[in-house]
């Protein structure tokens, strides 16, 4: 039992210890690749950021992961750094760098509020309410995780913080993750490498798919709550 206990305390050591050290490099880049006028007023254009990132050279796609990493404890739009990969790298390598730092830092702070949390949130919950809370992650928590990771409205940083507290378990975390941010992670791509030449009636009708899509699918979640609640 001693060897147990021993070992779940190194792997958790282990893990918080690699997701300081995340933080700490990504932090130490921003401080070094960012001018202190960026770090004190970020310049919320895709423009602004694009030629910033450009001047990094060849450290720009590590310097764009961290800055997703950090965008999961920091208050600033992630949506203009993916736009600004679409415009520098295209659309293809850009989905790829955008959707590696926003795994990074969702695993990140998944990680860390699971470790440093949840443990509170278990001395506050009754035995009753943590079981009904683990039956709830474990029969809706993949379909509840993977509809709020593809409503674009609703906080990518929250849904981290939110998900690290229940009982959802790591791959059902990366898995609905992964997938739920996909399709806005594209588009987000495709719109910066098409910034400079789309004209506006295609601004208009991909404002008009995004807001149906979201429709849909806002309505089709609050159709299946109402449908399980008579059997909660």
């Avoid at 932090?27 to 030629?51: E, I, K, Q």
């Avoid at 990140?108 to 949840?118: I, K, M, P, S």
């Avoid at 098409?194 to 849909?216: D, R």
Wanted: proline share 4%; glycine share 8%; aromatic share 10%.
């Amino acid at each position: 039992m001693t060897k147990v206990i021993l070992s779940h305390s190194r792997s958790v050591a282990a893990y918080l210890a690699a997701a300081l050290l995340l933080l700490l490099t990504s932090g130490v880049l921003a401080w070094w690749l960012l001018p202190p006028s960026w770090l004190l007023d970020l310049d919320n254009t895709v423009h602004g950021t694009a030629a910033l990132m450009r001047s990094w050279g060849a450290w720009g796609i590590l310097g764009s992961i961290g800055l997703m990493v950090a965008h999961s404890f920091l208050p600033f739009p992630a949506e203009i750094i993916a736009c600004a990969n679409g415009m520098i790298y295209g659309p293809v390598w850009g989905t790829v760098i955008t959707w590696i730092g926003a795994m990074l830092g969702a695993a990140t702070a998944f990680g860390l509020v699971r470790l440093l949390g949840r443990p509170f949130v278990h001395r506050v919950l009754s035995s009753r309410h943590q079981q009904q809370l683990a039956l709830w992650s474990q029969e809706h928590g993949a379909s509840a995780l993977l509809s709020a990771r593809l409503i674009p409205v609703i906080a990518f940083n929250l849904i981290n913080y939110a998900a690290a507290l229940t009982e959802i378990s790591w791959w059902t975390f990366l898995w609905a993750t992964g997938i739920g941010i996909l399709p806005l992670t594209v588009l987000l791509n495709v719109l910066g490498d098409q910034m400079l030449t789309m004209p506006l009636w295609t601004w208009l009708a991909l404002g008009g798919i995004a807001a149906l899509t979201w429709l849909v699918l806002h309505l089709r979640w609050q159709g299946d709550i109402r449908t399980r609640q008579p059997d909660d």
